[in-house]
């Protein structure tokens, strides 16, 4: 192997420090947030960029993103939808991507995707590492645990309500 194929080896195994650095904070912002209401249909904009006193899910990842300088679109849908970011296969999953689940409501489908291909996408949550996700949650009834902003191990979200749709890194 000459020593430029070892560089570029060796390149491909670094670790991206501002990627990280990113990623952190990110996480560092969402868990700020534990505790706080789930509040259906909040919107950033009436809270002048200050952090509003409730999220729903989407309205979190984008007020979360937004912190570290990604503007998200408002909805679980048009995010997953948007053309930021890239879809990444759920063997390749990292801390800050965002998860989409079909969920028991919310925006059902988007001209993006293939027509006559429904995609049901209603809740996202930030993977922030060891299994484990931070979200604004409203199914209390399903799991106590499930209500306001939460940091869990996934695996306890329901089946079949809680399918992986799709899985994005936007950083």
Not at 43 to 49: H, I, M, P
Not at 149 to 161: F, S, T
Request: glycine share 8%; net charge neutral; charged share 25%.
């Amino acid at each position: 192997m000459s020593r430029e194929e070892k560089n570029n080896s060796f390149d491909k195994l670094r670790v991206n420090p501002e990627r990280d650095r990113r990623v952190e904070k990110l996480i560092e912002v969402a868990r700020n947030c534990l505790g706080m209401p789930y509040k259906y249909g909040a919107y950033l904009k009436e809270n002048n960029g200050e952090k509003p006193a409730g999220f729903d899910c989407s309205s979190f990842v984008q007020y979360i993103f937004k912190q570290v300088g990604v503007d998200m679109p408002r909805s679980s849908i048009e995010q997953a939808a948007s053309l930021l970011g890239i879809e990444v296969s759920p063997d390749k999953i990292e801390p800050g991507d965002v998860l989409f689940f079909e969920s028991t409501k919310g925006h059902y489908w988007h001209a993006i995707f293939p027509p006559g291909k429904k995609v049901y996408i209603g809740h996202n949550v930030i993977y922030v590492g060891n299994g484990n996700i931070i979200h604004a949650a409203d199914n209390a009834v399903l799991n106590p645990i499930l209500q306001g902003v939460v940091e869990h191990e996934m695996n306890i979200l329901p089946k079949p309500a809680y399918d992986i749709v799709m899985i994005k890194r936007f950083i």
